[in-house]
Protein backbone atom coordinates (compact mmCIF):
# COMPACT_ATOMS: atom_id res chain seq x y z
CA UNK A 1 0.00 0.00 0.00
CA UNK A 2 0.95 3.29 -0.85
CA UNK A 3 2.04 5.77 1.72
CA UNK A 4 1.63 9.58 1.93
CA UNK A 5 5.77 9.86 2.33
CA UNK A 6 6.06 7.74 -1.08
CA UNK A 7 4.23 10.25 -2.94
CA UNK A 8 5.38 13.68 -2.62
CA UNK A 9 2.48 16.30 -2.96
CA UNK A 10 4.63 19.50 -3.22
CA UNK A 11 3.47 22.82 -2.10
CA UNK A 12 1.85 24.85 -4.92
CA UNK A 13 0.09 28.24 -4.59
CA UNK A 14 -0.92 28.53 -8.48
CA UNK A 15 -3.08 24.81 -8.26
CA UNK A 16 -6.26 25.99 -6.14
CA UNK A 17 -9.76 25.38 -6.78
CA UNK A 18 -10.16 28.19 -9.19
CA UNK A 19 -7.47 27.06 -11.33
CA UNK A 20 -6.97 23.14 -11.02
CA UNK A 21 -9.77 20.56 -11.37
CA UNK A 22 -10.09 18.12 -8.00
CA UNK A 23 -9.66 15.03 -10.15
CA UNK A 24 -5.85 16.06 -10.99
CA UNK A 25 -5.03 15.81 -7.39
CA UNK A 26 -5.28 12.36 -7.40
CA UNK A 27 -4.06 11.29 -11.04
CA UNK A 28 -1.26 13.96 -11.08
CA UNK A 29 -0.29 14.27 -7.08
CA UNK A 30 3.40 15.15 -8.13
CA UNK A 31 2.14 18.31 -10.12
CA UNK A 32 1.45 19.94 -6.30
CA UNK A 33 -1.54 21.70 -4.69
CA UNK A 34 -1.85 24.67 -2.04
CA UNK A 35 -4.13 24.09 0.63
CA UNK A 36 -7.13 24.69 -0.30
CA UNK A 37 -7.25 22.09 -3.41
CA UNK A 38 -5.91 19.21 -1.30
CA UNK A 39 -8.66 19.81 1.23
CA UNK A 40 -11.09 19.67 -1.50
CA UNK A 41 -9.67 16.62 -3.14
CA UNK A 42 -10.01 14.80 0.27
CA UNK A 43 -13.56 16.21 0.86
CA UNK A 44 -15.15 15.20 -2.30
CA UNK A 45 -12.90 11.74 -2.44
CA UNK A 46 -14.71 11.06 0.88
CA UNK A 47 -18.04 11.21 -0.16
CA UNK A 48 -19.17 14.75 0.59
CA UNK A 49 -20.27 18.21 -1.39
CA UNK A 50 -17.74 20.86 -1.18
CA UNK A 51 -18.21 23.58 -4.46
CA UNK A 52 -15.23 26.01 -5.61
CA UNK A 53 -15.11 27.83 -2.22
CA UNK A 54 -11.48 29.92 -1.03
CA UNK A 55 -10.72 29.41 2.85
CA UNK A 56 -12.98 32.37 3.49
CA UNK A 57 -15.92 31.76 2.15
CA UNK A 58 -16.18 27.85 3.90
CA UNK A 59 -16.17 29.59 7.16
CA UNK A 60 -19.39 31.46 5.81
CA UNK A 61 -20.73 28.53 4.34
CA UNK A 62 -23.80 27.11 6.14
CA UNK A 63 -25.08 24.93 2.85
CA UNK A 64 -22.09 22.62 2.49
CA UNK A 65 -20.64 23.04 6.13
CA UNK A 66 -21.75 23.00 9.69
CA UNK A 67 -19.34 24.70 12.66
CA UNK A 68 -17.88 22.55 15.04
CA UNK A 69 -17.80 24.81 18.20
CA UNK A 70 -14.30 23.28 19.93
CA UNK A 71 -11.08 21.17 18.70
CA UNK A 72 -12.30 18.76 21.16
CA UNK A 73 -15.69 18.40 19.29
CA UNK A 74 -13.63 17.71 16.22
CA UNK A 75 -14.29 14.32 14.21
CA UNK A 76 -11.91 12.66 11.05
CA UNK A 77 -12.92 14.78 7.92
CA UNK A 78 -13.38 17.99 9.59
CA UNK A 79 -11.87 21.01 7.78
CA UNK A 80 -9.57 23.35 10.19
CA UNK A 81 -8.80 27.13 9.31
CA UNK A 82 -5.73 27.92 11.23
CA UNK A 83 -3.94 31.81 11.05
CA UNK A 84 -1.62 33.99 12.86
CA UNK A 85 -2.98 34.95 16.67
CA UNK A 86 -3.40 38.52 15.00
CA UNK A 87 -5.36 37.42 12.56
CA UNK A 88 -8.32 40.21 11.23
CA UNK A 89 -11.13 38.45 8.94
CA UNK A 90 -11.06 35.27 7.15
CA UNK A 91 -9.32 35.96 3.69
CA UNK A 92 -6.19 34.15 3.06
CA UNK A 93 -6.86 31.19 6.37
CA UNK A 94 -4.65 28.21 6.09
CA UNK A 95 -6.83 25.01 6.00
CA UNK A 96 -6.17 21.93 6.56
CA UNK A 97 -8.23 18.14 7.24
CA UNK A 98 -9.19 17.02 11.27
CA UNK A 99 -7.58 13.27 11.38
CA UNK A 100 -8.14 11.78 14.80
CA UNK A 101 -6.11 9.14 16.15
CA UNK A 102 -7.27 7.83 19.44
CA UNK A 103 -6.83 10.50 21.72
CA UNK A 104 -4.31 12.55 18.95
CA UNK A 105 -5.77 15.43 16.85
CA UNK A 106 -3.55 15.39 13.67
CA UNK A 107 -3.63 18.17 10.98
CA UNK A 108 -3.30 17.36 7.43
CA UNK A 109 -2.41 19.73 5.60
CA UNK A 110 -0.32 21.01 3.00
CA UNK A 111 1.63 24.15 4.05
CA UNK A 112 3.72 26.83 2.18
CA UNK A 113 6.36 26.61 5.14
CA UNK A 114 6.54 22.89 4.93
CA UNK A 115 6.80 22.73 1.37
CA UNK A 116 4.40 19.15 1.10
CA UNK A 117 1.74 17.61 2.97
CA UNK A 118 2.27 17.19 6.43
CA UNK A 119 0.31 15.15 9.12
CA UNK A 120 1.00 17.01 12.13
CA UNK A 121 -0.17 16.83 15.60
CA UNK A 122 -2.29 19.89 16.13
CA UNK A 123 -0.13 21.34 18.50
CA UNK A 124 2.72 20.68 16.07
CA UNK A 125 1.12 22.40 13.58
CA UNK A 126 0.24 25.25 15.74
CA UNK A 127 3.91 26.58 16.37
CA UNK A 128 4.19 28.26 12.86
CA UNK A 129 3.41 31.55 13.28
CA UNK A 130 0.97 31.93 10.76
CA UNK A 131 -0.93 28.89 11.97
CA UNK A 132 -0.72 29.50 15.84
CA UNK A 133 -4.78 30.04 16.48
CA UNK A 134 -7.33 28.21 15.45
CA UNK A 135 -9.93 30.31 13.21
CA UNK A 136 -12.14 27.99 12.45
CA UNK A 137 -13.53 24.31 12.21
CA UNK A 138 -16.48 23.10 9.83
CA UNK A 139 -17.89 19.72 9.32
CA UNK A 140 -18.76 19.00 5.44
CA UNK A 141 -22.31 17.55 5.78
CA UNK A 142 -23.76 17.74 1.91
CA UNK A 143 -23.43 14.14 1.09
CA UNK A 144 -23.06 12.54 -2.11
CA UNK A 145 -22.09 8.86 -2.92
CA UNK A 146 -21.25 9.39 -6.53
CA UNK A 147 -18.29 11.62 -5.30
CA UNK A 148 -16.43 8.90 -3.07
CA UNK A 149 -13.21 7.26 -3.91
CA UNK A 150 -12.20 5.13 -1.18
CA UNK A 151 -9.67 3.18 -2.94
CA UNK A 152 -7.97 7.35 -4.26
CA UNK A 153 -7.37 8.00 -1.24
CA UNK A 154 -5.64 4.97 0.24
CA UNK A 155 -3.58 4.89 -3.14
CA UNK A 156 -1.92 8.36 -2.36
CA UNK A 157 -1.86 7.48 1.74
CA UNK A 158 -4.68 8.91 2.81
CA UNK A 159 -6.81 5.86 3.79
CA UNK A 160 -7.33 6.64 7.21
CA UNK A 161 -8.96 9.80 6.11
CA UNK A 162 -11.43 7.59 3.87
CA UNK A 163 -14.94 6.36 4.64
CA UNK A 164 -17.14 4.32 4.07
CA UNK A 165 -20.65 4.79 3.24
Excluded at 39 to 65: C, K, M, N
Excluded at 74 to 86: K, N
Excluded at 116 to 140: F, L
Aim: proline share 6%; with cysteine.
Amino acid sequence: MTTLSEILIPYRPDRNPDTTPVEEVFTNPEAGTNCELLVHAIVSARGFELPQLRSSDIYEDAAYTSIVDDISQAETGDIIGLCPVDKKGFKGIHIGMVWVNGENINVVHNARYEGSVKIQPIGEAMQYTKHAKIAWIKRPVKENPTLLQTEALKQLGFGYLARDL
